[in-house]
């Protein structure tokens, strides 16, 4: 008999499925039981390009400490899937768990020694209960949930009432599911009982937080932030954003008494028709955005030059996958870095927004809106599929009542009618940000020519030399504004002075949270800062100048959130040591503790030795 | 159009529309097209159509892609604001601005290389989705910018103004439309303000896509021997099936026509369009026989011009997304922000 792992409420259970057999939402009530319970839980879907028959994963990692990044490996397998069984059954922790059907006997060679086989007939428990296929593929997701529930000690009690509230709306599948639950759970009962040492126990670390991804409450931040117009085309992973910003439209932005829509959605032709719908609605005062991922901004290019030369709003929101080309499309990355800093041909520099979780994915989503009219620009929120497709626990979103929107400098018909000097890109107050006027102000004053083509400060056609660099170095300057009013980067210091400092963005932050709280157990000291907006706040570079060696944790092949440091801050590049984790699998609290304990080790044994 | 500079002093004696508005006031900035190229004829019909429908000049939204025809928002309706965007790309530029402001009137301006070549794509997306605008195609059949390569809208066999022969298929713009369901499909000669300045009337007063594929001659690279888009083959070929009497929605009808000569269409604006027919069997509310009658006319040399295709009983992309009566762009927190407490009940439906 192999060792077996005990633990309560510290494992990761994976389910290993083939697509299509909806398994997705069984898994997921898996998750919601567990946090039900108190206990938080990071899951995580790892599925291919494809719709119906390739496999694909969950994993849920049940963490009473509450930490929320991917761990890597696993502890109990749920086995469901024939074509990926040798990997599967491998890629157990020794001494861990194999849930599996054991309707067909099994070759002792599928199994491994170390670890705990639990066999169950799902295959013939269905067959005898259901007679209809559809209805044997899909509950025998939810039997398995009923087992799952049985060895892990959930509460039944709590998944009654999951079910109960995902059926709402059609109660009659209320008891089926229930009935199936029930098979899988007194089957343990009755013949398996005490197969497990993994025990989820009630707990009250969850708190009010929701569970929620990225994508839905970037949608829903869109909706607060005041979008009216989306414009997009389906690309995997940011479909979402767009059908999330649908959904709740749907719910929050129909006029109750004409019924007509305060929003207007359109799924474009292509991502270059998508961006050229949100310019020219932002052109005409409208907030709007799109979202898409790295092949869209590839396409987009040329567009978000005239945005940014023009003048202006749009957002847009790169939930990024693995690049390039068609590269990993169901995977994750941070990856189009350059391509959005320095998106379009010529000289460009653009304002990027890097979201942490989905609770800032909605706030950065809503404040994006007031950044691109405040700056008159465009405005990117950098996501992940990470953080876009997988349900994270996270702090539950919050608004202010007494926001206004921001909706910068708009000359308006009354200013014009009493004689205000108007000129389209005219610094009148030093800011760099010059008036614009919408559309439709007035009859004989303020109206300009927009073009991407170079004009005078009175929005003429000109050629002159002195006029185009007197325009782009005011284009420069106003990023220098943007700095002021972007977010600012947080910075969380060691208990002990250290030489070293780490720098991350983005999705990396919960895998970031674990690890350095490993670390700082090991006693191993870094003080840390979270880059939360592009072009860089000050803060970013005195961090870097206060550290001999700073860490950039960063989800690419190429270092490009480093060199963009480098670039923009002309720093020496040896300060700077990159740990880069690009397999498109979210990088790991392990991952970042082993890397930087190495290098950390390394230097302190190499200075040692001198 | 506006080729020579004038004092901005005003005659007193100058005509003045129902607004007060002289014709002045839709002109725009200096002309930089060469000397008699057909689209400053267009601008000068396009001034023409504004005044006398008495437009508010500001009431107006011109947007362009790029190229010679692009260009021209810039020499027209100097008071109304003015978008020259991305080559081939004007279309969804446009699509996104109405969406923003239905109150306004959209004229997009193109021309057959950003129309049929790098932006058909965005053509056809736009006619097809219904996009309440005015869709003038300023057809020289030839890059101006780019000194004389034939473009995607040149006749097979037609020859450029270096000798060559065009090998490839021509792409018909007012076919497309129709295929594509624009609502008032049009075709006209810069050369012929009397047919093009009621076909621009009637088409700003139609809800809906309204394409106008004008043929303007390129004067310094399609006005040839050899070319089917000269001043000269146009004006031999020029077939027009109909005669347009444009009649804004309040005015009186005075006009009288022998009976059967004439049709007389109302628009959704209330707006008349009076159609004396010069082919008899021409209907132009009938849309696979247009296409038929458009082909077989063209196979035999013809360039047809008038108003080809009419629904004047079609939706727009706005009605279709039952967006509200209220432009999207003049709404605020109030009409878009649902506020802290809707927020608390969605939270609670993540948990």
Known sequence: MPQRLEATNDFVVKFANVNGSGSASANELFARCILRMGVPVASRNIFPSNIQGLPTWYEVRISGEGWLGRRGGVDLMV????????????????????????????????????????????????????????????????IYIGALSALLDIDPAVVETLLGEQFKKRPELIAKNVQAFKLGFDHVREHLAGACKLKIARS???GNRIFIAGNDAAGLGAVYGGATVCAWYPITPSTSVAEAFTKHCQNLRVDPETGKNRFAIVQAEDEIAAIGMVIGAGWNGARAFTATSGPGISLMQEFFGLAYFAEIPAVIFDIQRGGPSTGMPTR???????????????????????????????????????????????????????IGMNDWLTEPLSWDDARAYDRGKIMTAEELEKGTVFGRYLDVDGDAIPFRTLPGTHPTKGSFFTRGTSRNRYA?????????????????????????????PERRDAKEKTPYGVLYFGSTAPAMDEAMAKLEGDGIHLDVMRIRAFPFADEVAEFIHAHDSVFVVEQNRDAQMMKLLVNEGAFDPARFISLLHYDGTPITARFIQAAIAERINLNTHKEAAE | MTYITKPKLRHK?????????????????????????????????????????????????????????????????????????????????????????RDLIYLGVSGDGDSASIGLGQFAHCVRRGVNMVYICENNGVYGLTKGQFSATADKGSKSKAGGINTDSPIDLVSLALVLGASFVARSF??????????????????????????SPCVQFNNHPGSTKSYDFVRAHNEAVNRLDFMPAKAEITVDYEPGTVQAVTQHDGSVLQLAKLHQDYD?????????????????????????????????????????EAPLNRMGAKELCPGSAKLVELNATYR
Not at chain 2, 292 to 306: D, F, I, M, S, W
């Open chain 1, 460 to 488: 003429k056609y000109s050629e002159e030399g002195s006029d185009y660099v007197d325009n782009v170095q005011r284009l420069l300057r106003k990023l220098e504004t943007a700095k002021t009013i972007l977010p600012k």
């Open chain 2, 284 to 324: 132009l509310h009938d849309r696979a026989a247009t296409i038929k009658y458009l082909h077989e006319r063209e196979a035999a040399g013809e360039v047809v011009t008038g108003l080809l295709f009419l629904d004047a009983a079609a939706e727009d992309l706005h009605t279709h997304l039952n967006t509200a």
């Open chain 1, 332 to 386: 994750t990355q941070q990856s189009d870095i350059f391509a959005c800093a320095y998106a379009s041909h010529g000289d460009t520099k653009h304002v990027l927004l890097f979201p942490k979780n989905p609770n800032e994915s909605f706030s950065f989503a809503a404040d994006a809106f007031d950044f691109a009219e405040r700056l008159q620009t465009p405005v990117f929120v950098m996501m992940d599929l990470d």
């Open chain 1, 204 to 206: 009250d670390k969850v």
């Open chain 1, 79 to 142: 086995a469901m899937n024939p074509q990926t069984w040798d990997k599967d059954v491998a890629s157990i922790e020794p001494g861990g768990y194999l849930l599996y059907d054991s309707t067909k006997p099994l070759p002792p060679s599928k199994f491994r020694e170390d670890v705990n086989r639990i066999g169950m007939p799902l295959t013939e428990i269905c067959n005898r209960t259901y007679k209809d296929p559809r209805q044997r593929q899909l509950f025998k997701n939810i």
């Open chain 2, 13 to 101: 004696g100058l005509a003045t529309n129902e607004l007060g508005f002289t014709r002045r006031d839709y002109e725009g900035s200096i002309s930089t097209l060469c000397a008699g190229c057909g689209h400053d004829s267009i601008s000068s019909a396009l001034i023409q159509a504004c005044f006398e429908l008495s437009i508010e000049p500001h009431r107006v939204a011109k947007l362009s892609g790029i190229g010679c025809s692009s260009k021209t928002p810039d020499y027209f309706l100097g008071n109304s604001h003015g978008f020259n965007s991305v080559h081939g790309r004007m279309p969804s530029v446009l699509t996104g601005a109405n969406l923003a402001n």
């Open chain 2, 190 to 215: 810069s050369g012929d303000k009397k047919q093009l300045v009621p076909l621009l009337k009637a088409a700003i007063a139609h809800t809906g896509p309204a394409i106008i594929d004008v043929i």
